[in-house]
């Protein structure tokens, strides 16, 4: 059974930093490209990074270009979402997601994690 668990959510002052992690189970991250998605209330779920399976390749949202970095431990089977100088409007359920081709779609077919919270107070 495929698991994608995340960690590390919570509330934290703009300006602040918080670190993802998604824990993968049942499947091994070194064969797919891992995603981090968010989804704020009212608002479509959208692709925040990507990186490839080697970690070589990596892609960001403008919104948070210079302030996010995304990586990989996949002798761990993990992936992370550095994630600094926050703001407001980077609150948002944050998901894990592996998919076998490089697409930003959200309707490709992938695992899913069940998302961990970021609220960033202003």
């Known amino acids: 059974q495929v698991q994608l668990v995340e960690s590390g959510g919570g509330v934290v002052q703009a300006g602040g930093s918080l670190r993802l992690a998604c824990a993968a189970s049942?499947?091994?991250?070194?064969?797919?490209?891992m995603r981090w998605f968010r989804q704020a209330p009212g608002k479509e779920r959208e692709l925040v990074a990507i990186?490839?399976?080697?970690?070589?390749?990596?892609s960001y949202a403008d919104s948070v270009e210079d302030r996010f970095d995304i990586s990989r431990d996949n002798a761990k089977n993990m992936v992370y979402l550095e994630m600094d100088s926050l703001e407001p409007q980077d609150t948002a359920v944050y998901y894990c997601?592996?998919?076998?081709?490089?697409?930003?779609?959200?309707?490709?077919?992938?695992?899913w994690g069940q998302g961990t919270q970021v609220t960033v107070s202003s």
């Open positions: 997601s592996a998919v076998d081709t490089w697409t930003t779609s959200v309707s490709a077919g992938a695992y």
């Open positions: 990186i490839n399976e080697n970690g070589a390749l990596k």
């Open positions: 049942g499947l091994s991250v070194t064969k797919y490209i």
